[in-house]
């Protein structure tokens, strides 16, 4: 079965870090890029960062940069998502996906994790 499994979210407060996990299993990530995408309710799913299949290039939303670095280790299968000086506006529901290359459109992708919450809250 192919599935992606999204780890690491929690309730943390503002100017706090969390680490989000992408693991893929029934599937190589090696040949895949994996975008992150967020979901605050009644808002649009909106496109956080997106790291090509080697991981050498890395695109960010202008609202996580400088904040957010996304990273791959795909002898892990594995993508991950640093957030360092959370804030409240960050605080989503958190998707990772995998596709061909890097697009803030959802239908590009082809996989979904399920989904992860973060909450930035004092």
């Known amino acids: 079965q192919l599935q992606l499994v999204e780890s690491g979210g929690g309730l943390v407060q503002p100017g706090g870090s969390l680490r989000l996990s992408c693991a893929a299993s029934?599937?190589?990530?090696?040949?895949?890029?994996i975008g992150w995408f967020r979901q605050a309710p009644g808002k649009e799913r909106e496109g956080v960062s997106c790291?090509?299949?080697?991981?050498?290039?890395?695109n960010y939303a202008d609202s996580v940069k400088g904040r957010f670095t996304i990273s791959r280790d795909n002898a892990k299968n594995t993508v991950y998502l640093q957030m360092n000086s959370l804030k409240a506006e960050d605080t989503a529901v958190y998707y990772c996906?995998?596709?061909?290359?890097?697009?803030?459109?959802?239908?590009?992708?082809?996989?979904w994790g399920q989904g992860t919450q973060v909450t930035v809250s004092s």
């Open positions: 996906a995998s596709g061909l290359y890097c697009s803030d459109n959802v239908d590009q992708y082809d996989y």
């Open positions: 029934g599937f190589t990530l090696d040949y895949y890029v």
């Open positions: 790291i090509s299949s080697s991981g050498w290039s890395t």
